[in-house]
């Protein structure tokens, strides 16, 4: 069973960049490649703006809150203070994890970890270097953000 991200409302720039690795081979989906192999260029740009412009999902239910883990500030320079994606130096932005479902970011950070996805080398250093349950117990404080 695939592990389904919210990409609606995620930035632009993060979203061209993902569909690019996809397309490039650095990131591995058997739907996402066949679907970016499948697009020009120009509608790689025409897909990623179109989700950046759908609104977040609203959520069902309230979720539980949970403290912040230690280590999460260091997530902060990235993804900003308030988990909703930031703009970095190479002008790709970083994701909006507030908010994502848990078992993806559990998925995404043991994959970092394992060294199995490949397109972002800070990521992939520090999720290695943290602890299945501290990944978990961070994974846990984003999704109820």
């Known amino acids: 069973m695939a592990i389904i991200p919210v990409i609606s409302g995620q930035p632009e720039s993060y979203l061209l960049k993902q569909l690019q690795d996809f397309e490039g081979g650095d990131r591995h989906d058997e739907v996402m490649l066949w679907a970016a192999k499948t697009m020009t260029r120009q509608e790689l740009g025409i897909a990623a703006g179109y989700f950046a412009k759908q ?12 403290p912040p883990p230690p280590g999460i500030a260091a997530c902060q320079a990235c993804h900003a203070t308030d988990f909703l994606g930031a ?13 994502q479902s848990y078992e993806y970011l559990v998925e995404s950070m043991r994959r970092f970890a394992a060294g199995e996805r490949k397109n972002n080398v800070i990521m992939a250093k520090m999720m290695a270097a943290m602890s299945p349950a501290d990944r978990q117990a961070m994974a846990r404080y984003l999704s109820g953000l």
């Open 87 to 99: 703009k970095q130096p190479d002008g790709v932005a970083a994701p909006r994890l507030a908010g």
């Open 55 to 66: 609104k977040w999902p609203a959520r069902s239910g309230g979720a539980a809150s949970t």
